[in-house]
């Protein structure tokens, strides 16, 4: 281990549940973007410090997560600091001198995703997910678009002139420690999600824990009318008096079954699930 009161480090996210953390032997090494002595990547922030002072030196001073972010993106010449970048060969296929570079296509945008419960009548249960496009990251948070991703206004852009200002839009933070540590970002009755899979399963894990009448009928999200009635079915014959079963238990049975049947119901069908 270093123990240079020269001795500096950096650290910085690079993705959900990603941290990378370098330390160099001096200050100025870092500035220059020379080559750490040592470097590592790490699942949090907490620990990827704690590897760069083992590494560096509890005197080390610690350096803005610019430093490491700029050394991950470029880092040092490949011949050497301070060496003269060599031209490189021009391949035979290269685009002649004078012509006019094709306009680059826009970075394919990366998302997160709210999952929420749809409100439209006869879709109860069922999940809604809605693609938001993170704008920027910082080391602690990750901004997203406040409006839904709209594929065909994305395409639309890929044609359009580079030169012209995209409308700036209205973000909303998201802290990454929460989203990490929960799986999920609560948000005015929804939650963003890192992917469609997990907000999926957290709104029906959230339906099955909400309605008593899952644990009563022995079901969970998702469920449909036919493992509704099945479950009502089964229970009602184990738990019927005439079968010899608990009037009080049969009566819950019931009543759950009811609870199920006002859930699912809607105008199309006034009954619920039916007999």
Request: glycine share 8%.
């Amino acid at each position: 281990m270093v123990q240079d009161e020269d001795a500096a480090y950096a650290c910085c996210s690079i993705g959900i549940g990603r941290w990378y953390w370098a330390a160099w032997g001096s200050e100025e090494d870092a500035r220059a973007l020379a080559r750490p002595f040592a470097s590592g990547y790490e699942k949090n922030s907490d620990a990827a410090e704690k590897k760069a002072i083992e590494a560096a030196g509890a005197g080390a001073k610690r350096l803005p997560a610019k430093w490491a972010s700029a050394y991950k993106r470029g880092g040092p010449a490949s011949d050497g600091e301070g060496a003269e970048k060599r031209e490189k060969p021009r391949s035979r296929l290269s685009r002649p001198a004078g012509t006019a570079a094709r306009p680059a296509a826009p970075d394919r945008p990366r998302f997160l995703y709210a999952a929420s419960e749809s409100d439209e009548a006869g879709s109860r249960g069922e999940v809604v997910i809605v693609k938001h496009r993170i704008v920027r990251q910082t080391a602690g948070k990750i901004y997203v678009d406040r409006e839904p991703f709209r594929e065909e206004e994305w395409r639309g852009r890929e044609g359009a002139d580079p030169s012209a200002e995209a409308p700036k839009p209205k973000t909303l933070a998201v802290d990454r420690e929460t989203l990490r540590r929960e799986g999920r970002f609560p948000h005015r009755g929804a939650a963003f999600y890192s992917s469609e899979e997990a907000g999926i399963r957290d709104v029906h894990a959230a339906l099955t824990s909400r309605h008593a009448w899952c644990a009563a009928l022995g079901v969970k999200f998702p469920c449909s009318a036919a493992s509704i009635k099945a479950a009502y079915r089964r229970l009602a014959r184990e738990t019927h008096p005439d079968a010899g079963g608990d009037p009080v238990q049969f009566q819950a049975v019931e009543r759950a079954y009811r609870e199920a049947l006002a859930y699912f119901s809607s105008p199309d069908d006034p009954a619920g699930l039916g007999a």
